[in-house]
């Protein structure tokens, strides 16, 4: 078994790191554990979880999952929308740094939709590549959305295993402008959403969580078995909208269909958790629970979460956009029933999983991560900044107890007379703007423990504000000073690129014929 | 030692029920325990509590109670503000029946101010008057809040010891257009605050959340020796504005002066469990936890709390101003670590608070309070709807998961534009209404399941709504045919019967000469 001198870094490329278990949810939840990592990463708000106050408490694994480790008030992920989220949590950088944004237009979101022509970089590097070098094997189940054409394929970028799919659930599709999106085994296809693998849209039945579960479940007992250390990224894509559960579940929640999922995914954390126990290598895996982005306000109520007290949602750059649930477990090596004050960002876990499995982080590169070993391991607080982006705009940093706004935006007014909001019910007058209002000259600034809601604007004819405004002015100039922004990948579309026939369609008969290459610049309207 | 079944309410008048403790929260918590009973009843809200998802989890000893036993996730209070709560509490009675509210306007709260000429009436009878009979020896500590004219006095309506003020720690009073609050201890005033009690209102320095501990565990521990059952209301006025703490809590929170404020609250919680258990008479003791109302946003950031994710604050008839902190703590009787969803109200408490002791309840007077002894003790849930008043009108209704607005109103549009604003930063069309608007013919119908937030109305058109406003319908008229208002208290005051010279103000040369009775209609304007 391995000694905490070794997992704290000091040994080399040995494979005596922990397993490494992140679970990250969509649209807001990652675990990252074990002698192994997992990782959790999923979709919910940080407002989802009983143990951060939602009313119905139907979370009580996860609630548990925090009880036995820590519980971080203020973890952050790195962008208000899944795809740059996910790439700067497999490469320990801003999405801004590895490509996944865009500059077609000022400060806008965008993602892996299935007619983009961008991807991940074989430039960057992901944190299975790395642990692979500490003879660690990798899997990612669920969703990858860093880029579904070949030469974006996880098993071409450190994984060694993969069942899910590239790209987020929606449909279903005609199969005619539009493919369905495909489910892969490793290299191949083995079938498409909303055809072998059903989504019930009106009852909202799909029994996907339960395989994506038993996928988990099957990988941990075949790793235990052959003590090779692993990285399982569990990165499901429910509470993604279309919204789902399997029928056990159907009905059972308090909070309706939304419930129905997040209390199978909370069941299903459970069942992972305790087969680690079961397999005696709870002690050995170090476990994350995080998510992708904030919950999406606007699929609310039925199809969306809850980001508790802070303002807006997904797509913004407020509270409820870019702070999620934090949980790190690893019995025997996190002391149990701790609250972290720690900013956390995704980032950190690429480092922290590095410094865990006695690596050193890339030297060639910025990496945005930081080592989190010491805040889990010894209790200690590291001041560091938070950088919110959305799109190719900083549009605000946190530094201790505050936050500055630079520019501030939840989306058009047009969207808005849409029907779109991102902030439904809310409404901060200056601060929840219809128009991209820059602030650079006196940014908009607060303090997130008085007002975790971003209600109060702080004075600018105060000292506090005055004080702080240069300390943060400091660093934001020393972030923009030294920020060489890579090439971004999420500018060009074309629907012949989309899922028409991945590999092994042949083999199930399902190639579908792409249309002419037709590049246009996406547009990208928040 | 008691025996269960004494403590559910077989035995007559022995004195053999569990002590009580209430425990209420000023602008939100309150507390009922023992072979005595405690009641913690102070001013938080709901987002307050670290248990509650409060992001910087600085109630560490509240939230260690409700680990000990039961968390409520589902608490009213019975009005949304102070003084009507508080009568309703201890009569177990709405506040309509009861007399604390006003018909000099429609639907509006009123309080007891100094220039209050009502108060709780003689033919109202209190818990502390009933427990009498089963040997409860009674004290309240903090404010009292049910009128402050002689008649009024605590000791006249069943407590046995006072220490504390008569109404809300307002000022500093200069003494001529009104005198300062006075603090009394039993029949006498020895003091006043912002003169004797101390009250910085540059620093928000006072000790008087420690002098009301200090009190607490001085009669803790006199009853604890004399084995005389008791019934404590420890209901301090911190954190209600104006906000304070004392020096070793000032400075101390993330959260500012009123985290202060709450740190120091839930210190002294701690202290006054952990006697109860250094004693040995924590299994003898009914605490429970509880808050007069919402938080009042209107005061925030710096004198203000957080009502969570729910909308609006104090003053109104959202579940931000009514929902509350419910916790109950009975080592030994209580098993740790539940979670209720049972829909309480505080009037509860004086239900509970009588089978407790063994006692009926009054025959002769409809008692709104329900008796949670089986959902506390067998965790049962039993269905009951939740009425919320604004004054003299009905404004909603609460059954199972479904709220039902018959009438909407945050405050006026003048208020508002005085920058008083009860919703800050929500903005709800047709909810958050800025003037009185009825929904009788069609109410606005909220699942608090889907949307604790009050955001989404159900569809007039759905079958759902047909249903549930069936049920509600009837609910609403057996009520409204069976209410018997009481003599309204609150509608007229007189400068003439200010606190200026309260029992005891010879002794210490503190009498003022009062001005000329000169009754009006008192104005309320939300």
């Known amino acids: 078994m391995c000694l905490l001198s070794s997992v704290l870094g000091s040994g080399g490329s040995n494979g005596t790191g922990p397993n490494i278990l992140l679970l990250l949810m969509d649209d807001s939840i990652t675990c990252l554990t074990y002698f192994y990592f997992l990782l959790f990463s999923l979709q919910m708000g940080w407002g989802d979880l009983g143990i951060f106050g939602e009313p119905s408490r139907e979370t009580p694994n996860i609630d548990k999952m925090a009880s036995e480790g ?185 909070r309706g269909l939304y419930g129905d999922a997040v209390r199978e995914i909370d069941f299903s954390i459970g069942q992972i958790l305790e087969l680690l126990k079961q397999k005696g290598i709870a002690k050995d895996t170090f476990v994350f629970f995080t998510s992708d982005n904030g919950a999406a306000l606007i699929s609310a109520p039925r199809q969306g979460g809850s980001n508790g007290p802070f303002l807006c949602g997904k797509q913004t750059t407020f509270e409820g956009g870019i702070r999620v649930p934090g949980i790190a477990w690893w019995p025997g090596h996190i002391a149990a029933g701790q609250v972290s004050y720690q900013l956390g960002n995704i980032m950190d876990l690429f480092t922290t999983s590095l410094s865990l499995a006695g690596q050193d982080i890339p030297r060639d590169r910025t990496i945005d991560g930081i080592d989190l070993t010491s805040v889990i391991i010894q209790g200690k607080e590291i001041e560091r900044p938070i950088f919110y982006y959305r799109g190719n705009e900083l549009m605000a940093v946190r530094l201790g107890p505050h936050k500055a706004h630079y520019w501030t935006w939840s989306n058009s007014w047009e969207e808005l007379s849409q029907g779109i909001n991102f902030c439904p019910g809310q409404n901060i007058t200056g601060v929840t703007t219809h128009t991209q209002v820059e602030h650079s000259f006196n940014p908009l600034l607060f303090h997130l423990g008085r007002d975790p809601g971003e209600k109060y604007p702080i004075s600018v004819l105060s000292t506090e504000y005055e004080d702080v405004i240069t300390r943060i002015s400091y660093v934001v100039q020393q972030h923009k000073n030294s920020m060489v922004p890579g090439e971004p990948q999420l500018n060009v579309c074309d629907l012949a690129v989309m899922n028409w026939s991945p590999n092994g369609c042949e083999k199930l008969g399902k190639c579908l014929n792409p249309p002419q290459s037709a590049p246009w610049k996406c547009i990208w309207p928040h």
Chains 1, 2 share one sequence.
């Not at 054409?149 to 599709?173: A, I, K, T, V």
């Open 70 to 254: 820590i519980l971080f008030t203020d973890f952050y992920t790195a962008n208000p929308l899944c795809s740059p989220s996910r790439a700067a949590l497999l490469t320990g950088r801003l999405p801004i740094r590895n490509g996944f944004y865009t500059t077609n237009s000022h400060a806008r979101n965008a993602y892996t939709p299935q007619e983009i022509m961008g991807g991940i970089p074989d430039s960057e590097i992901l944190l299975p590549e790395l642990l692979k070098k500490s003879g660690y094997f990798s899997k990612i189940i669920g969703k990858w959305h860093l880029g579904h054409r070949p030469q974006y394929h996880p098993l071409r970028h450190g994984f060694d295993e993969w069942f899910g799919s590239p790209n987020c659930h929606f449909g279903p599709y005609d199969n005619k402008d539009r493919p369905n999106i495909p489910v892969y085994r490793d290299w191949d296809m083995i079938g498409r959403y909303f055809e072998e693998f059903t989504i019930d849209h009106k009852t909202g039945e799909a029994n996907l969580t339960q395989i994506y579960l038993q996928e988990a479940l099957n990988f941990i007992n075949k790793q235990a078995d052959s003590h090779q250390p692993f990285f399982l990224y569990w990165s499901i894509d429910a509470t993604h909208a279309p919204v789902y559960a399997s029928h056990p579940f159907l009905g059972t929640s308090r």
